[in-house]
């Protein structure tokens, strides 16, 4: 150091001093900006609600706020005017017991009367009478030859073989299917309610039974929807089994249409799971939200959800700035449309004119979605972007008449199953997993089409046991007649 000039020596000091420090400045505002970055992204998931995504209305927070609503003025409630809804009388002969009741003296000057009134007011009261089970008891006798000793026992017919009879199990696959019990549940409803000792072993085995039983209506099921030529599907999370103690990842698939609505649970999420679903043949239109999973099929033939669409561009609105502007500006065209959708579906609009109309709302739509990609912050641009990849498939029922333009349908199908889920966290294993997306299909097939489900399940429980024809879930199915058990 020595010739060195002190200031020089300080200089370089300084300098050193001065490059960490400028290091340290740009590395505490990166770290400064990844920490913006992520407490953008947590507001941003704070804010999220049923509004302006994906995320059912349960799980809002209260106090959300909801979107409001126009007032009427008018109080909750039946309005004057409104057409009534009584209770039917049964027909005389549907009467099982009849209480005359004659007046005897005059309310007035109480005297005596005598006759009948030809048109009585009538009255009904519904009564269930004491619930029990029928027993029957096979006995099996066993003979021996007189010639040979040989010993011979008669044996129980096949579809006796079960200690349960066809009604029994046909209810206790209801209570789980259609009113959502669990087999502990089921076990003590079959106790309290006909006095039948069940454990829950054998409402399990009752389903596995029923399963096995429903395998040819399901399949007829399915290929009624693979060949139909509009339907509606969606999808929701489900758990299959567990593994130290966490559940396995599935998920719960649905495939609609007016009359028939099928129901499969798998492992995964693919396309290959709608594919199969729906059949690689399917030639319909296809209502469905913006999942990739859907896109291996025909974008001319593919319909999108406009409910998902109005919780994306609310997104854009709630995030602000410009993607914000552009949102508000795409759902003033999505409020247009849908009141002159409303009216075609009412029959006050001609399918032509609304066709005419909707030329310039497809344009400014489009033109919206394009300004967001280029212009609007990352998120929105982004979303902008996934929705132009589809943007043949927003306006099919527009040029289809009877599309739907949201898929509502679908997602009121398997709410059903949905409610299910939330209280018996799945199913166990692939055996339970068949047993609910049979049941399902059943159930809300049937009621698709105001048939008994006790009944079918019944005789399809009936038929099984005996190597019969099936019933069906088709729609006016000719299926083959059977007494149904007291």
């Known amino acids: 150091m020595a010739g060195l000039d002190p200031r020089d020596v300080r200089i370089a000091k300084l300098e050193a001093l001065l490059e960490a420090a400028l290091k340290r400045i740009a590395h505490l505002e990166e770290e400064n900006r990844q920490l913006r970055e992520e407490n953008r992204q947590l507001k941003e ?21 909801r979107p409001p609503k126009k007032r ?18 049964l027909p005389p002969e549907a009467v099982q017991h009849v209480v005359e009741l004659v007046p005897r003296q005059c309310k007035g000057c109480r005297r005596r009367l005598v006759g009948r009134d030809c048109e009585p007011r009538r009255h009904q009261v519904v009564e269930v009478p004491p619930l029990s089970a029928i027993v029957t008891e096979y006995r099996s006798h066993a003979l021996a030859c ?7 026992r008669e044996p129980v017919p096949a579809h006796a073989r079960s200690a349960f009879g066809e009604r029994l199990g046909a209810l206790a696959s209801l209570l789980v299917g259609k009113y959502r019990l669990s087999r502990r549940l089921v076990k003590d409803a079959l106790s309290d ?7 829950v072993g054998s409402v ?21 929807v693979q060949a139909a030529d509009k339907a509606h599907a969606d999808e929701t999370g489900w758990v299959e ?25 798998a492992r995964n999420r693919s396309g290959k799971v709608a594919q199969a679903l729906l059949g690689k043949d399917f030639l319909g239109i296809l209502t469905t939200d913006r999942w990739s999973g859907y896109d291996w099929y025909d974008k001319g033939l593919r319909q999108l959800c406009w409910s998902h669409l109005t919780r994306d561009f609310q997104g854009f609105i709630d995030r602000g700035g410009e993607g914000g502007r552009l949102g508000t500006r795409l759902m003033r065209e999505r409020n247009r449309f849908f009141k002159w959708w409303h009216r075609v579906r009412d029959g ?7 066709e005419q109309r909707m030329k310039k709302v497809r344009r400014t739509v489009g033109r919206r979605l394009r300004q967001a990609e280029a212009r609007a912050e990352k998120k929105t641009a982004g979303m902008a972007r996934e929705i132009l990849q589809l943007e043949e498939c927003l306006w099919t029922f527009v040029d ?8 509502n349908f679908g997602e009121q199908c398997i709410r059903h199953a949905v409610m299910y889920r939330k209280t018996s966290f799945g199913t166990q294993g692939p055996e339970g997993s068949r047993f609910i997306e049979r049941i399902f299909t059943a159930v809300s097939t049937l009621k698709r089409q105001e048939r008994g489900v006790l009944d079918f399940l019944t005789d399809t429980l009936r038929t099984h046991r005996r190597g019969l024809p099936p019933p069906s879930l088709l729609p006016l199915a000719e299926a083959p007649q059977f007494a149904n058990a007291a």
């Not at 998931?45 to 706020?65: E, I, Q």
């Not at 289809?400 to 898929?407: L, R």
Request: charged content about 20%; aromatic content about 4%.
């Open 146 to 152: 007189g010639a040979c000793g040989t010993l011979t």
């Open 45 to 65: 998931r704070l804010g999220l609600n049923s509004s302006n995504s994906s995320k059912p209305p349960s799980s809002d927070a209260p106090g959300t706020p």
């Open 241 to 265: 089994g567990r593994k130290e103690g966490r559940g396995h990842r599935a998920w719960l698939w649905v495939a609609a249409t007016a009359r028939v609505v099928v129901f499969h649970i």
């Open 348 to 354: 006050t609009l001609a399918q032509s004119d609304f």
């Open 204 to 224: 399990v085995n009752l389903e596995g039974e029923m399963t096995d039983a429903l395998a040819p209506a399901v399949a007829g099921a399915r290929a009624y």
């Open 400 to 407: 289809v008449p009877g599309i739907e333009p949201t898929n």
């Open 72 to 89: 009427t003025g008018r109080g909750p409630g039946g309005q004057p005017g409104h057409k009534k809804h009584e209770r039917r009388l």
């Open 193 to 199: 309610m006909l006095g039948v000792d069940v454990s």
